[in-house]
Structures are given as C-alpha cells and as structure tokens.
C-alpha cells in the first residue's frame, strides 16, 4: 500500500514564525504535490515536484516555498506566517507512469495561525 | 480562473437515491477525468476514473457519464448509502508534456446521504 505520511495532524503558529510541513511517500514515487483545503475552495495547488531539486509554481504559491533534497521528501515552507495561511495542508504524491492521474494523499496537516 | 468547474457545492439525499454531480471543462487538452473522494479527517482517494474516447464507465454503484461535445462529466451513485456521505472532487488532467500529473480539480461537492 502506498503510504503518504506528514509529519503533523495538527499545528498552532504564530504570526510571523517559520514554519516547516514535512511530507514523505514510500513508493518511489516522481511527483509530489501540496495544497491547501478551504471549505468551499476546495483543493488549492500551492506547489509541486516532478524530479528531487526541482519545483513548480502552482495556483497559489505566494508565502510559500518547498525543498526536495530527497525523492521520497518534499517540504513545505511558510518564511513568516500570516492569519490568512490557516487552513488544512496536504501532501500528495504520484508516479509519471500509466498511473499518472492517481494521486495518493496523505492525512493533512491542520495549521491554525495565531 | 476555475478550470473544472463543479456543482452542486452540497447536495443532501435520501438513502437509495442517486445524487449527481456535474462538471464541466473548456481545455479540450484535458484528456483523463478521475473523480476523488474524501471522508472527514482523511486526504482524498481515487474513486473512479474516464477518458473522454468512452461516454460512460461504471465500477460498482459509481457511474461516470461523459460528454465530449458539451465539455462536461458527472458522477452518479446508484442505490445510495449513508456510507457514501463524503465530499467528492472531479477532476482533469493531460497524460503528455510538461504538464503530466498535475491536476486540475473543482471545488467539491460535500455529500449527505440521509439513513
């Protein structure tokens, strides 16, 4: 079974802290993925990755950053945390082969910003 | 802007009814359409997926029409549970380029189905 796993389910911040959410996959997979879940926004892609040091934009990348030192790592980085960054993280992963539409997520991280 | 876009937001049924839910796209690029579904405190799982060279495919109680011309899809469930109470995401995505496995999903559909 594939497994995504994050490195937290929930986390409180304050304005202006750095925050790291570590994201892992054990399938050997090339993509990875982050977005973040709003109610009624649905699924946002914040970033992703299709090879170890190498990045995309995705719709909504402002106040973030990601690192992909290793395959199966991909990081999601806010430099200074704002009120408005609250919301639910996931991480997601997929291979480039025939599979390339399923995702695998993993469980989110809620990040609530004070 | 939206590039699938998706309706209803929420949609409440009773059990043994069949919700639909509807979708529509203008990149004819798009070439595969998978639906995803998410239980509460869970991520999103792969449910059922089409490619528009097929009108429909069914798996189980979960049925997704599509129509090429019109630019839209949707999903059915048959026979509906209280157990599919989840919200649902469709999908697009192009299998080529620079662009492969990244999707393009709508809003979310939250579903209730009453017992």
């Known amino acids: 079974d594939v497994k995504v796993t994050q490195s937290s389910r929930y986390l409180v911040k304050r304005t202006g802290e750095k925050v790291f959410l570590e994201c892992v996959q054990d399938?050997?997979?090339?993509?990875m993925f982050w977005y973040r879940q709003d109610p009624g926004l649905g699924l946002r892609l914040i970033y992703f990755?299709?090879?170890?040091?190498?990045?995309e934009k995705g719709d909504i990348p402002e106040g973030y950053s990601v690192s992909r030192e290793k395959k199966e790592r991909f990081s999601l980085i806010l430099e200074s945390a704002s009120t408005n960054q609250t919301s639910m993280y996931l991480c997601?992963?997929?291979?480039?082969?025939?599979?390339?539409?399923?995702?695998?997520f993993g469980p989110g991280t809620r990040l609530t910003v004070t | 802007q939206q590039q699938v876009k998706q309706s209803p937001q929420s949609l409440i049924v009773q059990k043994g009814g069949i919700p639909i839910i509807n979708c529509a796209y203008e990149?004819?690029?798009?070439?595969?359409f998978p639906w995803y579904q998410q239980f509460p405190g869970k991520g999103p799982a792969l449910l059922i997926a089409?490619?528009?060279?097929?009108s429909e495919k069914k798996e189980g109680r979960f049925t997704i029409s599509f129509n090429k011309s019109a630019k839209q899809f949707s999903l059915h469930i048959m026979d509906s549970q209280p157990g599919d109470s989840a919200t649902y995401f469709c999908?697009?995505?192009?299998?080529?380029?620079?662009?492969?496995?990244?999707?393009?999903f709508g809003r979310g559909t939250q579903l209730t189905v009453w017992p």
């Open positions: 997601a992963s997929s291979s480039s082969g025939t599979g390339f539409y399923e995702q695998y």
């Open positions: 399938m050997d997979h090339e993509n």
């Open positions: 990755s299709y090879d170890v040091k190498m990045k």
């Open positions: 990149n004819t690029a798009f070439d595969y």
């Open positions: 089409i490619r528009p060279d097929v």
């Open positions: 999908a697009a995505s192009i299998s080529r380029g620079s662009t492969l496995g990244r999707l393009y």
